[in-house]
């Protein structure tokens, strides 16, 4: 198995299915919390929003993004926007609760105590629900970044000409079990560095808070 | 000399399921300009409900409370307020929660620094101003939150048991601090707390409210000098007054026959 890894090294193929892989993941990622934190931030904020958006985003949350893939072969074909929504998906599904419950979630008093100096809604938001919802935001965010990461393997394993999941499957059909061996710890390698780097960008972030 | 806040025939009222709950009913009550005024009774009484009217952040459901003869419409930094959990952006050390009303009021950064500092030196912080709060204790919190709410230099100063947390220690090192700081430059202190002791010491003048519904059972005149000293806590007249209070919290009749 090692020698197999050594030759997938060697000739670029591990490389180059690992970076098409992540840069699925990354591209998903990043777009699904782009759009899930001003979306919890409005849920939480607005109880109007809260009553159009929460049932949706409740029911949504319940199916699995994986289920969703005959759906969106179907209304987008089998190139790379597919795959990309589906991570997408699973990435959103999880920051958006996290940052709705985050909103809901801050201290009254917090609030209060900036009122009583001065500060207008505007204010309140900025300057106190966004901090004070941070930890929750970062926490959603580990969460989505492991959804999304189980979801790119699968959902190459439906089509795709790259990436660590599409090889694994073709190595499937041939019964190259080292090859399947490399693409598993591939990913739980590479799944690890990421929730690494973003546990350790969530202790930078959130060092203020007091940890019981 | 019209007073500072006045309550008029003030009442708070909650909707229930299918009743609605009356957490104050028909408060009236003068506060003197520069006058320190203790709020004690039983819990549940309505205490924070009279203050967080006069902060601007519950609106009395009939009756008026007005601060220098205008109705209180909302939250302000002409009236600081501070509140028993400390309250503190706990992302902001020690000088960025003092610092906040001052950015709030569009301070220029120098002076806004000058004033925070003058205010964390006033409660003793100055060596832990670059402190986050998680690293203070109860009672440097509390100093802190004190600081933050002088630093945009209110005329009133609205108090909801700021020392029930603390220990008996830290609570009459503050209570003397307090008193300090309001002697060099009184403000209209209206200070909630269920320790008599502590309201016969700080106030010139103690509410004694009653519950359900929530009302002014009593005010008790404290004809004590300031500066308040051990001497005037250990005297027989403070021990006389603190009995008359203590009675008036703690053996009041039912309500309705209450004078
Ligand atoms: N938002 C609210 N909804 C319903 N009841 C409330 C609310 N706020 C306070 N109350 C009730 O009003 C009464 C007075 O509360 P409060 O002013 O906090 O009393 P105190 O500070 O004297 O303990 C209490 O019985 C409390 O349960
Ligand atoms: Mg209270």
Redesign the pocket.
């Known amino acids: 198995m090692s020698s197999r890894a050594r030759e997938l090294l060697s000739d670029g193929t591990l490389t180059e299915d690992a970076l098409a892989s992540l840069q699925r993941v990354l591209l998903g990622f990043a777009l699904g919390t782009l759009v899930a934190v001003p979306v919890g931030f409005l849920m939480g904020w607005y109880p109007v929003a809260r009553g159009l958006l929460e049932p949706y985003v409740q029911f949504f949350r319940t199916i699995p993004p994986l289920a969703l893939i005959p759906l969106v072969i179907v209304l987008m074909g089998i190139g790379e926007t597919p795959k990309i929504f589906v991570i997408f998906l699973a990435a959103f599904m999880s920051c958006v609760v996290a940052a709705f419950q985050g909103v809901t979630g801050v201290d009254r008093t917090l609030i209060d105590a900036a009122r009583v100096l001065g500060a207008s809604d505007r204010t309140v938001f900025l300057k106190v629900v966004i901090p004070a919802s941070t930890p929750f935001i970062l926490v959603g965010m580990r969460i989505g970044l492991g959804a999304a990461w189980a979801t790119v393997v699968a959902a190459e394993m439906i089509g795709a000409q790259k990436g660590l999941g599409f090889e694994m499957v073709h190595a499937q059909t041939y019964y190259d079990v080292p090859t399947i061996f490399v693409g598993l710890i591939s990913i739980g390698v590479i799944g690890l560095v990421m929730d690494r780097l973003l546990l350790l960008a969530e202790r930078r972030l959130t060092a203020w808070q007091e940890r019981r | 000399m019209s007073p500072k806040i006045s309550f008029r025939d003030v009442v ?1 009222t ?3 399921k299918n009743t609605t ?1 009356t ?2 009913g028909q408060v009236s009550l003068d506060i003197g300009d520069r006058e320190f005024v203790a709020v004690v ?12 009217m006069v902060a601007g952040l ?1 609106e009395p459901t009939s009756g008026t409370v007005t601060v220098d003869g205008a109705p209180v419409t909302g939250p302000g930094p002409d009236r600081g307020v501070i509140f028993q959990q400390y309250a503190l952006f706990p992302w902001l050390t020690v000088r960025g929660n003092v610092e906040f009303g001052l950015k709030l009021a569009h301070v220029p950064a120098a002076e806004r620094r000058r004033r925070a500092d003058h205010a964390i030196e006033l409660v003793g912080l100055a060596d832990f101003a670059d402190a986050l709060p998680k690293t203070l204790s109860g009672g440097m919190k509390q100093r802190c939150a004190i600081a933050r709410a002088y630093a945009v230099d209110p005329e009133v100063l609205l108090m ?2 700021p020392f029930g947390a603390l220990d008996a220690l830290t609570r009459v090192q503050l209570q003397d601090q307090l008193l300090d700081t309001w002697t060099q430059e009184r403000r209209t202190v209206l200070f ?1 707390t ?1 320790d008599v002791d502590e309201a016969v010491y700080l106030a010139g003048r103690v509410v004694v ?1 009653a ?2 519904p ?1 009302r002014i059972h009593r005010v008790i005149d404290v004809d004590l000098p300031y500066p308040r000293t051990e001497e005037i806590r250990l005297s027989a007249e403070f021990a006389r007054i603190r009995n008359d209070v203590w009675t008036h919290v703690y053996h009041q009749s039912p309500a309705g026959s209450a004078a």
């Open positions: 708070k909650y909707p229930m709950f957490a104050l009774g039983p819990s549940g009484c309505g205490k924070s409900t009279l203050l967080s519950v909801d048991e909630i269920h409210m519950a359900r929530g």
